[in-house]
């Protein structure tokens, strides 16, 4: 098993954001973690990632190594990529530097970056056309490739993606769900996190539902899409979230 949370609670100060969470990922899994805004899902990938919420109870296994008293640096190198919402690129920086920029911690073990850029630009050909652009003026995909692409330059063995598709047009929607399916393929595992049910389940094979920070739902894909547990979690069964 590649991740693994059990009875983990976390918060801010007094805050309890997080509460008794059991999630796993299996190697090559692709998991959708599903909640309306402020459900949660951020907080819990942040806590992944070693940075607020940090963990008050319970524990966090990745490859067989506790994670809960980790700091971030030591989380990447274990083998954890992040792909905050919202990108958060180096705007004012190349496309090619971004990526390269990602890779640095990974090239005292004699890696080079040349394979790994020429990886990312079969992913995402558009990144390739754009290799000396400042990330600023991207579209919103664009960034959005650019933000996973970074993420795969360290050669991760989990990749936590925060709402990747939010604020996409539909035809980048499509673009990048279909480069997480191609992603699950070669065997990455994922823990995707994302308001909408439909765009998680094109890629995840199960999922949890996430609601006032415990989880509520969780399933295989084919269950979680018809389960009306699942609507009355967004918001007592908005339909929006469920597009």
């Known amino acids: 098993m590649t991740l693994k949370i059990t009875g983990l609670t976390a918060g801010y100060r007094a ?72 990108r958060r690129m180096f705007g004012q920086m190349t496309v090619a530097d971004n990526l390269e920029l990602a890779s640095a911690p990974h090239r005292s073990r004699g890696r080079t970056i040349t394979a790994d850029l020429d990886k990312i630009f079969g992913l995402f050909p558009i990144l390739a056309e754009r290799r000396s652009q400042l990330a600023y003026s991207l579209s919103g995909g664009e960034q959005q490739m650019l933000a996973i692409g970074r993420a795969l330059m360290a050669r991760p063995r989990l990749v936590l993606l925060d709402e990747p598709t939010l604020g996409l047009a539909p035809m980048m929607v499509s673009r990048v769900l279909s480069t997480l399916t191609e992603l699950r393929a070669e065997g990455v595992s994922m823990l995707i996190a994302e308001q909408s049910v439909s765009h998680a389940l094109a890629v995840a094979s199960r999922g949890y539902v996430i609601q006032q920070g415990r989880i509520v739902v969780e399933g295989p894909r084919e269950s979680l899409s018809g389960d009306p547990r699942v609507a009355a979690a967004f918001l007592g069964g908005a339909q929006g979230a469920l597009a």
């Open 15 to 86: 805050a309890a954001v997080l509460t008794d969470l059991h999630l796993s990922v299996d190697e090559g899994e692709a998991v959708a973690l599903l909640g309306a805004n402020g459900a949660g899902k951020s907080s819990l990938l942040r806590c992944l990632s070693g940075l607020d919420p940090r963990p008050r109870a319970g524990e966090l296994t990745f490859l067989g190594t506790q994670l809960t008293r980790a700091n971030p640096a030591e989380i990447v190198r274990l083998g954890i990529a992040h792909v905050p919402e919202g």
